[in-house]
């Protein structure tokens, strides 16, 4: 009888540890898809600005030693708003402006110019900015889901255009808007950045980056 109450709760384990493995791949595929038609705005909404020194888009990559950090700039930006609810917008991302924050000197510049592609030989490892100077998001619709309002909308980087998901906050203070995302992922080798990446590449062993890009969205925005 203990041997059928031992071997019934490893049964209940693994199929919980499935679940929560089927409910990972689930959130995955919620925060990306096919691109969509790009949304328009209604009469009654108000148009705004990006003030781009203000805003900014924070990034965060991995690999098995450790983590880099830094900051991308959005060049320009306009959305519609109605009863804090975003009906449409365009936002233009400078890849020139790819900057890294957890180095210094050499390091610093060196994997600046590796991400950018404009160091020698290593044009199409990752942006490759000077024949992809920009990308860009055109929102598609905001929905409400589990108590919080996501954007959505097609991110297009190195020609490629897939539909990205995320929670964001949207604060009204008289002429300014501002826009706070929560920390999420997108799979960078879905824009064919595969540098590194051992979903692609075969015997990488630890020498891999991780697919999985963390992102975090601030904008401030003025009445236009």
């Known amino acids: 009888m203990n041997t059928k109450k031992h071997m019934f ?20 595929k919620d925060t990306t898809s096919e691109a969509e038609e790009v949304s ?13 020194k203000a805003s900014v888009i924070n990034w965060e990559g991995s690999k098995p030693t450790g983590t880099h950090t830094g900051t991308i700039q959005i060049s320009k930006g306009t959305f519609s708003l109605k009863d804090n609810k975003i009906e449409s917008g365009d936002f233009v991302i400078d890849m020139n402006s790819i900057v890294v924050t957890d180095l ?48 959505k909308g097609n991110l297009t980087m190195k020609d490629v255009t897939k539909n990205v998901a995320f929670p964001v906050e949207v604060s009204v203070e008289g002429d300014t808007v501002k826009i706070n995302s929560e920390t999420f992922e997108i799979d960078r080798t879905e824009w064919n950045v595969n540098y590194g990446s051992k979903s692609i590449f075969d015997n990488l062993g630890d020498k891999f980056i991780d697919d999985e890009m963390v992102l975090t969205v601030s904008l401030v925005a003025k009445k236009a």
Not at 130 to 150: I, R
Request: charged share 25%; proline share 1%.
């Open 9 to 28: 709760k490893n049964l209940i384990v693994i199929a919980l540890i499935a679940v929560g493995m089927t409910a990972c791949g689930d959130k995955k």
């Open 40 to 52: 328009t705005a209604s009469n009654e909404a108000m148009s705004y600005m990006v003030d781009t």
């Open 104 to 151: 210094e000197g050499d390091g610093k510049t060196n994997l600046e110019a590796h991400l950018k592609g404009t160091a020698e030989d290593k044009e199409t490892d990752f942006f490759n900015v000077n024949k992809y100077p920009t990308s860009t998001f055109a929102v598609t619709g905001m929905e409400m889901k589990d108590g919080k309002n996501w954007l």
